[in-house]
């Protein structure tokens, strides 16, 4: 029986990259459509669900995604809210790629270095950085801050993970690059994922600062979010830190990527999202 992935895809058009790293993932059909809101996707759920039965659901899997994290996770609960019992199909859940983009920022840092009780600071407060300081905590980080240059979102930002996961992150404000430098003072882990082609890490942010051990950046657009980053920095050592680049980090997110949609087809009731796609990043070899 062929492997069946539904793409819902929350913008007009569904993504040619993920349906692309769906077939790469060994799906035999992809069956894709745009515009996906929690009101319309029953339908296409059921279509999933009643068509194979038994040990056969396992071959039909759900893939969400889109560009609109808050809409694809509405989606998302209303794709679990179409099953019925345990008629039901494995659901991946990865708008923008934020969950794994995350889970691999995580991941790479983590290469032969140990976060418990260290302090990580992440500069960008959208999907991926939240994702991220998730998963600081969970290794064990002592202190996890993110940033954005607003105190005011960042506040808002930290109190909504705290509602909704139960962590307690530090909110930061930098506006300036005196404020960059001083919030990552003390840091040991630090991360930018901010917007492509925004430097957020500048180089006088760096210079001196002897604690921080490892900085991450997920943008491949120049200039890059760290000064002094290289695309393809793969644990490279700079003044006495270990850097990675976003090709380095990408490379390794599409190993999670793959693996996430390879494991949809292994149970009919996986529900891969933020809080359980890195799991399945922790079992990939990140070394290369």
């Known amino acids: 029986m062929k492997k069946l992935l539904l793409h819902l895809d929350t913008d007009p058009v569904a993504s040619t990259f993920d349906q692309a790293v769906a077939y790469d993932a060994g799906v035999d059909n992809i069956i894709a459509h745009g515009g996906a809101t929690r009101d319309n996707v029953t339908p296409h759920v059921h279509g ?5 039965g038994g040990k056969n659901l396992k071959n039909s899997a759900i893939f969400i995604g889109g560009s609109n994290v808050p809409a694809s ?3 998302g609960k209303a794709v679990k809210k179409a099953f ?3 008629v039901s199909v494995s659901v991946m859940l990865d708008p923008n790629g934020s969950n794994t983009t995350a889970a691999a920022i995580a991941r790479k840092v983590l290469t032969d270095y140990d976060v418990k009780d260290k302090n990580v600071v992440i500069l960008g407060s959208g999907p991926v950085g939240q994702r991220t300081a998730l998963y600081m905590l969970r290794e064990g980080a002592k202190k996890v801050t993110l940033t954005c240059r607003s105190m005011e979102r960042s506040k808002a930002t930290v109190k909504e993970m705290k509602e909704h996961y139960g962590v307690d992150v530090m909110p ?3 506006r300036s690059d005196e404020a960059v430098k001083q919030i990552v003072s003390d840091a040991h882990v630090v991360i930018a994922a901010g917007p492509a082609g925004v430097c957020v890490v500048p180089e006088m942010a760096l210079a001196n600062n002897t604690s921080i051990e490892v900085v991450a950046d997920v943008n491949a657009v120049p200039p890059l979010g ?3 980053m290289e695309v393809m920095d793969n644990g490279v050592e700079k003044n006495g830190m270990r850097y990675y680049g976003a090709i380095a980090i990408g490379n390794f997110k599409m190993k999670v990527h793959r693996g996430a949609i ?3 087809f292994e149970s009919n009731d996986a529900f891969l999202d933020e809080t359980t796609i890195y799991d399945i990043a922790c079992k990939i070899d990140n070394e290369q």
Do not use: K, N, Q, Y
């Open 84 to 86: 019925f019992g345990p």
């Open 172 to 174: 930061g404000e930098t």
């Open 226 to 228: 760290v000064a002094g």
């Open 262 to 264: 390879a494991s949809l």
């Open 73 to 75: 996770d509405l989606v």
């Open 48 to 52: 999933m669900i009643f068509t194979r």
